[in-house]
């Protein structure tokens, strides 16, 4: 596995991968390398000839007042975490990403105008510019991405359309705890009391599977049931809808697709969830 810090240098490795007909994968992180992020590489791996991974905290992804500062940075495990699962991380620093007088931003509409994209003015269009800085540094054939982050998925997928990147985008499960918590970097804040009251998120998704399975047909009554669990527990809710898997709108019925998300603070530690629930039509 090699370490690459300079942008010009990984991308003549990208293109030494081109110019042979042979597909470079990758997938982006913030590091502080979990299970989760460690299984991205697994997905694709039958997809491609080599992978890269990137490893860099995008300041422009986080909102004033947000964790930027404090956000956990572990370049010795995360290198030890990625040996074996990929052969090139990228670790460019902000000169790299953004050189002097860079000034584009890449912002997708719609999708990003909604959950998250409400609640964190400006952290698409961060995740968006970088994502596509990257995807031109690294030239991938193929990109890994989490269900965790299920809405930042679907706003990619629509940049990676209406750019016409020519990225094919994969969509890896959730990872989780043992006992069901999705496992995040931001879970290193938690400890104690904290810790148990993150399960919440699970639990209320859990309870509004239940009920759309119970044949409750009224999603305002589901949301109801996992905002009722969030409270519960103890725990700020940020949000808790029923939303269409596609759009992201919020549903006024129950459909065959659907997808419960929440976000909640857990003291000052953001988290988020998610739920698809697939049930074919009788
Ligand atoms: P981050 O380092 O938080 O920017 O995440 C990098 C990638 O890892 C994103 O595509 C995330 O969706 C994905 N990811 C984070 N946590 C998980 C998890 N628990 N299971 C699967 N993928 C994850």
Do not use: W
């Not at 905290?57 to 370049?75: A, L, S, T």
């Not at 949000?239 to 459909?255: D, N």
């Amino acid at each position: 596995m090699k370490v690459i810090r300079n942008r010009f240098e990984m991308t003549e490795i990208s293109e030494f991968y081109k110019k042979q007909g042979l597909k470079l994968g990758f997938v982006p992180t913030m590091g502080s390398l979990h299970e989760g992020h460690v299984s991205l590489f697994r997905h694709i791996e039958n997809k491609c000839h080599a992978v890269a991974a990137s490893i860099y905290v995008n300041p422009k992804q986080f909102c004033p007042g947000e964790d930027f500062e404090r956000y956990p940075r572990d370049e010795k495990n995360d290198l030890k975490m990625l040996e074996g699962v990929c052969d090139y991380v990228f670790i460019p620093d902000d000169k790299e990403i953004y050189p002097q007088g860079f000034s584009t931003s890449v912002e997708v509409g719609n999708l990003a105008e909604r959950l998250c994209g409400l609640k964190r003015p400006g952290h698409f269009k961060g995740v968006t510019t970088v994502v596509a800085r990257l995807f031109g540094i690294i030239k991938p054939s193929v990109s890994a991405f989490g269900q965790k982050d299920y809405q930042q998925f679907m706003i990619i997928k629509r940049m990676v359309e209406d750019l016409a990147l020519g990225v094919e985008l994969v969509m890896c499960p959730i990872v989780r705890e043992k006992d069901g918590l999705a496992m995040s970097s931001r879970n290193r804040y938690l400890s104690g009391e904290d810790r148990e009251k993150a399960l919440s998120l699970r639990k209320a998704l859990l309870a509004g599977k239940k009920e759309t399975e119970t044949g409750e047909e009224n999603p305002l009554k589901i949301k109801k049931i996992m905002l009722d669990v969030l409270s519960g527990c103890g725990v700020e809710t940020d949000y808790a809808e029923i939303v269409h898997p596609l759009t992201l709108e919020p549903l006024r019925k129950k459909e065959g697709k659907m997808l419960l998300v929440v976000a909640a603070f857990v003291g000052k530690t953001r988290l988020i969830d998610n739920e698809i629930i697939d049930r074919k039509e009788k």
